[in-house]
């Protein structure tokens, strides 16, 4: 069985900074791309990084770029540094992998979300 399993989200400060970890179990994820979607109370999933599974490619949404970095350490963990929070950063951090490496929310394999909430 697949699982993905977050950790690191809380509450942080604006100008803040949290590092976000998914470990992922069940299957090795060789040739699968990872990726961070975030979902914020009321709103739609929306696509925040993705790499692909040798780490040499990264994409970013526009919103992020420059202040978040993804990481993938082995196939199965990816990491999401996470620098000068703002208070739209406040979501649900979700980690996915999917076989195909694109900047949507098009992912195969969703873990549950950890909460990254950050005050003015």
């Known amino acids: 069985q697949v699982q993905l399993a977050e950790s ?36 739609e999933r ?11 490619s990264t994409y970013y949404a526009d919103s992020v770029k420059g202040r978040f970095t993804i990481s993938r350490t082995t196939p199965n ?13 406040t979501a649900v951090y979700h980690c996915a992998a999917g076989s195909a490496f694109v900047p949507n929310t098009e992912y195969t394999y969703w873990g549950q979300g950890t909460q990254v909430t950050v005050s003015s």
């Open 8 to 43: 690191g989200g809380g509450l942080v400060q604006a100008g803040g900074s949290l590092r976000l970890s998914c470990a992922a179990s069940g299957r090795t994820f060789n040739n699968y791309a990872m990726a961070w979607i975030r979902q914020a109370p009321g709103k």
């Open 77 to 89: 963990t990816v990491y999401l540094e996470m620098n000068s929070l703002k208070p739209e950063d």
């Open 46 to 56: 929306e696509f925040v990084s993705a790499i692909t599974w040798s780490g040499f």
